[in-house]
């Protein structure tokens, strides 16, 4: 079958299409600025030339227009007619409590989507307007939602509660929910099949360190803890990000520095991380390793209070399972950064964890990063969130 992967933002729009046959992506592509001027959409078919176009794009059924054109462009598109795409899997980041599985899209999921909007307010009104769209101009077409937050609805109550007023948790539904679930899904799954060990028998963590980073405790083939809360803001320290802080800290910032709830939490969600700590040098891990390497204090700073946390998640964690079998990173730094996992390995020794340097710096592979002898295994496990999400819209539209 032929998939069309839909991840839509409040102006941006990413999409692939993907043969699950073969689980080979065919052509994938970009629309920015959507409803600002200077709209462009890049396109790129597997094995041919990347184009950029500018064009105006008012609004995301313009931009999903433009999307099905170049695939079916005569010339450079990767199918002849819209027909051949049998089905569409739209990302959803938060599912709430509703969803703890990918559903097929209809009115009432619709609606029910609609009914998580103020856990996401940033997202899910992006999401749905994609949905939308694509509705309108694949009118016959099966489309599938795949959450953010579904893997992480296997998590117990001791877990995902936090320790304030029940109430709360009752009235607003105020509680961990967790974020890249398709990722730590996809990842767990791909580790378990790389030893050739069964999923359901291993206890494993997934160090998603991207530009956004979360960890999660995978028992037995179901989450059992994540990092991220109820948003994305909640634990590790990412690009910037300040995860975890103690909670006073926003009213004493609010009271020295005369700054409203907004403006605090535009510091915490955009000027913190590794770019704060860093005294702004970047967010990026391949500007801190070039300045670590170069003896720069804030890249040094940054890098260390980076692997840190995550280094003290996995022990969490590791508490949280009693115990750990695999060690997986991913993502943008978790697969290229190997001076961070090395970093974030040596606070392992309690867990018998042995790195093989050479092994480590490899890129780009499903691989095993740890010596034979290693008690723990640690691994690097490439995410494919696009194809992840492929491969649930199958499952849920094959007859
Ligand atoms: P997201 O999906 O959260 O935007 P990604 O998983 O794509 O993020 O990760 C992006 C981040 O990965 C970049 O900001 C950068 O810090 C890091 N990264 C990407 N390539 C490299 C590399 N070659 N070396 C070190 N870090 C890298």
């Known amino acids: ?47 041919g030339e990347k ?4 064009t105006p794009m008012p609004d995301h059924t313009e931009a999903i227009r433009l999307v099905l054109e170049a695939l079916t462009n005569p010339k450079t598109g990767v199918v002849g007619s819209l027909e051949e795409i049998q089905a569409v899997g ?11 599985e990918s559903v097929v899209i209809d009115d009432k999921v619709l609606k029910a ?6 856990l996401a307010p940033l997202h899910n009104p992006a999401n749905l307007i994609g949905i939308d769209a694509c509705r309108k101009l694949m009118p016959e077409t099966p489309m599938v939602a795949v959450f953010d937050t579904a893997f992480h609805q296997t998590m117990p109550e001791e877990a995902y509660l936090y320790g304030i007023p029940y109430d709360y948790y009752r009235n607003y539904k105020i509680r961990r929910y967790g974020f890249h679930g398709t990722s730590h899904s996809y990842v767990s799954k791909k580790a378990a099949e790389t030893l050739g060990k069964r999923y359901e028998d291993l206890k494993i963590i997934v160090c998603h360190l991207g530009n956004g980073a979360s960890v999660s ?10 990092s991220m809360g109820l948003t994305p803001l909640e634990g590790l320290i990412m690009g910037t990000r300040s995860g975890d802080i103690d909670p006073a800290i926003v009213e004493f910032l ?11 939490m535009t510091v915490l969600n955009r000027q913190s991380g590794v770019l704060g700590l860093s005294e702004n040098l970047s967010s990026d891990f391949r500007d801190l390793e070039a300045g670590y390497h170069s003896g720069n204090e804030g890249a040094v700073r940054a890098m260390k209070t980076f692997s840190y946390r995550v280094a003290k998640y996995i022990g969490a964690y590791t508490a949280a399972m009693n115990g750990v079998d695999v060690i997986c990173f991913t993502a943008g730094v978790g697969e290229n950064a190997p001076l961070v996992r090395s970093f974030v390995c040596e606070y392992l020794g309690y ?29 690097v496990i490439p995410t494919n969130e696009e194809l992840a999400i492929a491969r649930e819209t199958v499952r849920l539209v094959q007859p």
Do not use: W
């Open 1 to 47: 079958m032929k998939i069309l992967v839909i991840n839509c933002g409040s102006s941006s729009l990413k999409f692939q299409l993907i043969d699950s046959d073969t689980e080979k992506c065919l052509a994938k592509g970009l629309c920015e600025r959507i409803g600002i001027e200077g709209s462009m959409i890049t396109y790129a078919p597997e094995g």
């Open 51 to 54: 184009e950029k176009t500018q």
């Open 90 to 100: 739209h990302r959803v980041v938060h599912g709430g409590e509703k969803f703890a």
């Open 113 to 118: 989507v609609e009914e998580c909007n103020d």
């Open 217 to 226: 405790a995978v028992k037995n083939g179901r989450c059992v803890d994540t």
């Open 254 to 264: 609010a009271k020295k520095e005369h700054k409203s709830l907004e403006e605090i």
């Open 351 to 379: 867990l018998g964890v042995a790195l093989d340097p050479e092994a480590n710096n490899k890129r780009g592979e499903d691989i095993v990063i740890s010596t034979p002898d290693s008690a723990t295994t640690v691994m």
